[in-house]
């Protein structure tokens, strides 16, 4: 049976996430990053399990360290510590606290646009302030551009890496990473590498963790089996550090590993323990789904065009010979009844993008074609 199979009917029926219920009923979803996925089996057994024995109190993380290890080695051949993993609530708040931890009031944290848009709020919100390195046009990391945003952020800043990007699709090579490391190490950065959508690089395609390249070790990773396995509902992260950034992140408080919820590490340790079928079965459904988009779009959409991506389910469209304005999202939204994610929330300068998520069945990709098709 297809994971990503359900029809509309059956995904308005059952689901209560914030994907389905934010816009009125009438408008078909293709925003959020949450997939339309039928569950992974051993992710239901655990948590269900855990809730029948009343397995509910305070959770005790070293197990779950254990089981991502275990996974990144088979994956991936990257070797961590499961002892030195800090648990936190999910990634954002993790990647929150290291900021405070790691930048003084006011001090500057670079991304690189277009970029995950809760990166803007997050910075905000810790009172540091962004300093752009926006990405090239193919939507891949700019060494150029890091390099002069590293030069004004000066020693002591922070680069936020997302690694596969958010929401180009990028999976970061080698030698990308090697370089920004590099880069990072000449003006005194401190690189925090966001690896949620790992797991999600698309068939034949590597997924290289940042901690393994050379010149990483001030580094600290975050992974989370949240968006992989679609259980952005179960929220909890774990946080590595790179050989030289341990007493760093130590330095993290308490009251930060406090946070973490037990039933989603019992989860997040079953997906990484035994997920690797249903993530597997996923991704090979996710390559067809984006066949069938880029299909679709060609046919029904000739002038958008879809930016080749390594990563993610999400497709990073250009939009702008369709001159809709600066956000055809809103367009579609409104003309169409179909949301697709805003462009400029993850650039204030990608006036005329949109973000599709096509974790989906394809009779909801269909659908969504053809209403924005209709919308223009
Ligand atoms: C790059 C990236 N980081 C973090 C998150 C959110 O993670 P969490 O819910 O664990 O804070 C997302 C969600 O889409 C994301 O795309």
């Known amino acids: 049976m297809r994971i990503l199979g359900e029809s509309l009917d059956e995904l308005r029926a059952t689901r209560t996430s914030v994907k389905w219920r934010f816009h009125d009923p009438d408008v078909l979803p293709v925003w959020v990053a949450e997939m339309d996925a039928r569950p992974c089996p051993p992710v239901v057994a655990a948590v269900s399990d855990a809730l029948a024995r009343g397995d509910t109190g305070y959770t005790w993380a070293p197990p779950f360290a254990e089981a991502f290890a275990a996974f990144a080695a088979r994956r991936w051949g990257w070797t961590v510590d499961p002892d030195e993993a800090v648990v936190v609530p999910d990634m954002m708040i993790g990647i929150e606290e290291l900021i405070h931890l790691l930048t ?20 905000a919100a810790t009172g540091r302030r ?14 150029e551009r890091i390099d002069q945003a590293f030069a004004r952020a000066g020693a002591g800043a922070v680069y936020l890496l997302c690694s596969p990007h958010n929401p180009t699709g990028a999976a970061h090579t ?12 000449r003006h ?6 966001d690896e949620i959508h790992a797991p999600l ?14 010149g990483a070790d001030a580094g600290i990773a975050l992974v ?9 509902g179960l929220k909890v992260a774990l946080a590595f550090p790179g050989a030289a950034a341990r007493a760093t992140l130590g330095r993290l408080p308490e009251v930060v590993r406090h946070g973490a ?13 035994a997920g690797e079928p249903w993530l597997d079965q996923v991704r090979a459904e996710l390559e067809e789904n984006r066949a069938q988009l880029t299909d679709l779009l060609a046919r029904h959409l000739p002038d958008v065009i879809m930016l080749p991506s390594q990563a993610t389910y999400l497709a ?33 300068a990608a006036t005329g993008f949109a973000r599709f998520n096509y974790a989906t069945s394809p009779a909801v990709i269909a659908e969504a074609v053809a209403r924005m098709a209709a919308a223009v």
């Open 261 to 273: 919820n037990h039933l989603a590490v019992i989860g997040q340790t079953a997906a990484y323990a």
């Open 130 to 143: 962004v300093v752009p390195a926006p990405l090239t046009a193919a939507g891949r990391l700019d060494p």
């Open 224 to 232: 989370s089996a949240s968006k992989a396995w679609n259980i952005a």
């Open 316 to 348: 990073w469209l250009d939009c702008r010979a369709l001159d809709l304005g600066p956000d055809p999202a809103a367009v579609f939204r409104v003309r169409g009844r179909v949301a697709l994610a805003s462009g400029p929330s993850y650039d204030p």
């Open 174 to 185: 080698r030698a990308e990473l090697a370089l920004l490391a590099e880069l990072a190490g």
């Open 104 to 123: 003084p009031p006011g001090g500057p944290v670079v991304i690189s646009p277009p970029v995950y848009d809760s990166f803007f709020g997050f910075v």
């Open 188 to 193: 005194g950065v401190q690189v925090i590498s």
């Open 201 to 214: 690089v698309h068939v034949g395609i590597e997924f290289v963790p940042y901690l393994t390249v050379p």
